[in-house]
Nanobody, 123 residues
Framework: QVQLVESGGGLVQPGGSARLSCAAS????????MGWYRQAPGKQRELAAT???????NYADSVKGRFTISRDNAKNTIFLQMNSLKLEDTAAYYC?????????????????WGRGTQVTVSS
């Protein structure tokens, strides 16, 4: 099994910054893509940012220029630096990882999710 543990978030004022972390542990040979998704109340979960093992990044248009995703491959950890936060960034933020198991190819790649961490932007 694989566990993703998120940290960071909390209450932030508009225009402020926050930093999220997500550490993966468990039965992992390697992790291809890791990313952050978010879900606001009453809305579907959506992509915020992803990063590959080689460092290629992808951002939702709504966060481009404000959020930066980074990764420490040695620690299977990703970070999300969020700047210039807006009210509409309020959401639960979930970490995702596409994991190659040690038993591959006898076992397939699989997706894992963290429990989520709340980011509330409010004055």
């Amino acid at each position: 099994q694989v566990q993703l543990v998120e940290s960071g978030g909390g209450l932030v004022q508009p225009g402020g910054s926050a930093r999220l972390s997500c550490a993966a542990s468990g039965s992992i040979a390697s992790i291809n893509v890791m990313g952050w998704y978010r879900q606001a109340p009453g809305k579907q979960r959506e992509l915020a940012a992803t990063i590959t093992s080689s460092g290629a990044t992808n951002y939702a248009d709504s966060v481009k220029g404000r959020f930066t995703i980074s990764r420490d491959n040695a620690k299977n950890t990703i970070f999300l630096q969020m700047n210039s936060l807006k009210l509409e960034d309020t959401a639960a933020y979930y970490c995702n990882a596409r994991v190659k198991p040690p038993q591959w190819p006898l076992r397939p790649f699989d997706d894992y999710w963290g429990r989520g961490t709340q980011v509330t932007v409010s004055s």
